[in-house]
RNA sequence: GCCGUGUUGGUCAAUCGGUUAAGACGCCUCCCUUUCACGGAGGAAUGACGGGUUCGACUCCCGUACAUGGUACCA
């Protein structure tokens, strides 16, 4: 296999580049089987053959944080390499199937800007692309499997196997089905292929399991953490299709990898111990040189404590988790997406990118473009991160400050659903005036209501602070003189507002903040003037007035 | 319990064995702004612990602690 060394890691890269000599670093003493003998920890680009990623969600609900990061990574890495991105549906597991979510990934796939070159709906060659469409692929794998000596047929009931974790499980140890215990069950290596035969003939429920050979000791690179080694002893034996005819995750995953011509292979860090067993696949089907390069992702973690990041803690600590807002159709549960509390998908997908990977400049704030170009697994780490909504929040306020307002206006729409009609021209001047102070586009209406709707409330403790009867006399005197102001812009309404400082003598401080206040209802907002002169001279003098009449 | 993986400020993080250990978020102070922000200038705050290897260790090795993932006919 051509081979060509991309980047070096710190950390991890050590003074062992020589495969051989960091294995023995390790007190092995068993067989080692090593799968790809990479120089340690390089990333490694496979030169004959075009890179191809999956990323295989099952559609059991709303995506989270860590899935869309998953998604980006394998997109940023295809396109960095000019290869191919497949969006396949694990779908195994009937009984977890929940209806619409795999309409729900497509859509934050789209909402992301991310476009797979092959899925559901773009079949590419190797369709169908949801392994429960693709469920007779599955068995003759499977059977050669058994055929080989690799795995076996067990009969085992659920109550059977309990009762064997029950039974066989020490203080050390938790009771696995493997070499230690298959010997009790009912399968295909006790029972007498007659009676196996006679079970099969009577359609007695059956899986196949793979037949873990303890004693070895299994090694692979891993893009991300370098050489993993596991002790195939400790391994149970997985099962590998289901009494249902589907296939589990393990068996899945490796043939539609291996059909699907997948070169690299990203999924989140929960995986790492089911690593042997699918290296172990690869090589009993005879796939070994084919096998993607692996990369195990680190977890997206919660912001307190410790632990991955779950839905629960958004709705906890007040922040999304899903991309997009979900609604579970059976609990009828809701859960607020990132889009739906405002945030700029290139924000999202930016703030995700720096949340595990850092491309070693100074540099914060890339476009997609320039995401596929920085790109590289081997500055992915190897720690979770916590995620942290602070900041999440500033990516955001970066991209709608650097957003043009026609775009703004665009995507503020749905967050002014049931605010009346809204003229366009005004809506682009508001937000020009707004946007420096939005960190969220759901707070567009908080910022800038005034300009549209009087305030129905103000705050007339901080008026009254100013109050007394030179101020009053003062408005008085502005509302007649703004009634009579024939050009209505910014300049000309300040001009007046100093002329009128000057003849009353009153300090310009006393008055300024009396002014906002009348206007917006608070002490926030962009240049009073501003204001004045958008929401027009008829409203600005009803507000003057008004607040007037509040006050005495 | 066992196995795997990880550990630089509160958080995200840079560092190809030699630096005063970058930068960002958040926080604090000041400037700008007669509001709030934006922007600008400063500040506090970091190598889990203990051993090695080395002239020199955040970086390499070993151990400990802590954390986290797995231990299903779920993915």
């Given at each position: ?49 075009k890179v191809r990623v999956r990323f295989a969600p099952s559609p059991t609900g709303g995506l989270h944080l860590g899935g869309v990061r998953t998604v980006l990574y394998n997109y940023l890495f295809a396109r960095h390499h000019g290869g191919d991105f497949i969006l396949r549906i694990e779908d ?8 619409g979510a795999e309409d729900y990934i497509m859509q934050c796939l789209e909402w992301c800007g991310i476009e797979p070159d092959e899925s559901p709906l773009k079949p590419g060659p190797y369709a169908p692309y949801r392994q ?91 893009m991300i ?28 995953v490796?043939?539609d990898d291996?059909?699907m011509k997948i070169t690299h292979a990203f999924r989140g ?23 993607p390069?692996?990369a195990h992702l680190p977890l997206i ?8 990041l ?10 999304p988790v899903f991309a997009m807002d979900w ?8 859960t607020?997406g990132f889009r739906e509390r405002g945030f700029l998908p290139e924000a999202f997908t930016n703030m995700l990118a720096m949340l595990g990977w850092n491309s070693?400049?100074?540099?914060e704030i890339f476009s997609m473009e320039e995401l596929v170009q920085h790109f590289s697994i081997?500055r992915v780490?190897?720690?979770?991160a916590?995620f942290?909504?602070?900041?999440a929040?500033?990516f955001n306020?970066q991209y709608?400050?650097k957003t043009?307002?026609?775009r703004?206006?665009a995507l503020?729409?749905p ?26 586009l ?111």
């Amino acid at each position: 296999m051509n081979t060509k060394v991309l980047v070096k890691n710190r950390h991890t890269t050590g003074k062992t580049p020589d495969f051989s000599q960091y294995l023995s670093c390790f007190k092995i003493t068993m067989p080692v089987w090593t799968f790809r003998q990479v120089p340690y920890l390089c990333a490694v680009i496979m030169d004959n053959r075009k890179v191809r990623v999956r990323f295989a969600p099952s559609p059991t609900g709303g995506l989270h944080l860590g899935g869309v990061r998953t998604v980006l990574y394998n997109y940023l890495f295809a396109r960095h390499h000019g290869g191919d991105f497949i969006l396949r549906i694990e779908d195994t597991d009937q009984s977890r199937f929940v209806p619409g979510a795999e309409d729900y990934i497509m859509q934050c796939l789209e909402w992301c800007g991310i476009e797979p070159d092959e899925s559901p709906l773009k079949p590419g060659p190797y369709a169908p692309y949801r392994q429960s469409e693709r469920k007779p692929l599955y068995r003759q794998y499977a059977e050669q499997l058994v055929r080989q000596g690799n795995a076996y047929i067990a009969f085992d009931t659920a109550e059977e196997l309990e009762a064997m974790r029950e039974q066989y499980k020490t203080e050390h140890h938790n009771a696995q089905y493997d070499s230690r215990t298959r010997g009790f069950m009912r399968n295909s290596l006790t029972l007498s292929p007659e009676e196996v035969n006679a079970l099969l003939e009577k359609n007695t429920p059956y899986v196949i399991r793979i037949k873990m050979q303890p004693g070895e000791t299994l090694v692979f690179t891993d893009m991300i953490r370098g050489a993993v080694s596991f002790d195939t002893g400790l391994v149970d034996d997985k099962v590998l299709l289901k009494a249902d005819g589907m296939p589990t995750y393990h068996l899945a995953v490796v043939v539609d990898d291996y059909l699907m011509k997948i070169t690299h292979a990203f999924r989140g860090e929960e995986w790492l111990p089911s690593a042997p067993v699918h290296l172990l696949l690869w090589k009993y089907l005879g796939w070994e040189a084919e096998m993607p390069l692996w990369a195990h992702l680190p977890l997206i973690l919660k912001p307190d404590g410790n632990g991955k990041l779950s839905k629960r803690d958004g709705d906890r600590l007040g922040f999304p988790v899903f991309a997009m807002d979900w609604t579970d159709p059976r609990s009828n549960e809701q859960t607020t997406g990132f889009r739906e509390r405002g945030f700029l998908p290139e924000a999202f997908t930016n703030m995700l990118a720096m949340l595990g990977w850092n491309s070693g400049l100074e540099q914060e704030i890339f476009s997609m473009e320039e995401l596929v170009q920085h790109f590289s697994i081997d500055r992915v780490h190897k720690g979770g991160a916590k995620f942290d909504y602070e900041k999440a929040k500033w990516f955001n306020q970066q991209y709608i400050q650097k957003t043009d307002n026609a775009r703004l206006a665009a995507l503020l729409q749905p967050f002014l659903a049931d605010k009346g009609t809204i003229d366009n021209g005004q809506l682009l001047t508001v937000i020009g005036l707004v946007k420096d102070r939005m960190h969220l586009l759901s707070e567009f209406w908080d910022q800038a209501s005034y300009f549209f709707v009087r305030p129905e409330t103000i705050d007339i403790a901080a008026l009254q602070a100013k109050w007394n009867d030179k101020t009053y006399r003062f408005f008085v005197a502005l509302a007649e003189k703004y009634a009579g102001l024939g050009e209505w812009t910014p300049a000309a309404i300040e001009a007046v507002f100093n002329e009128l400082v000057a003849e009353t003598g009153i300090k310009k401080g006393e008055v300024m903040l009396p002014l906002r206040i009348m206007l917006v209802g608070g002490k926030f907002g962009p240049g009073v003037f501003d204001i004045a002169a958008q929401i027009g001279s008829g409203e600005t003098k009803e507000r003057i007035n008004g607040a007037l009449a509040r006050l005495q």
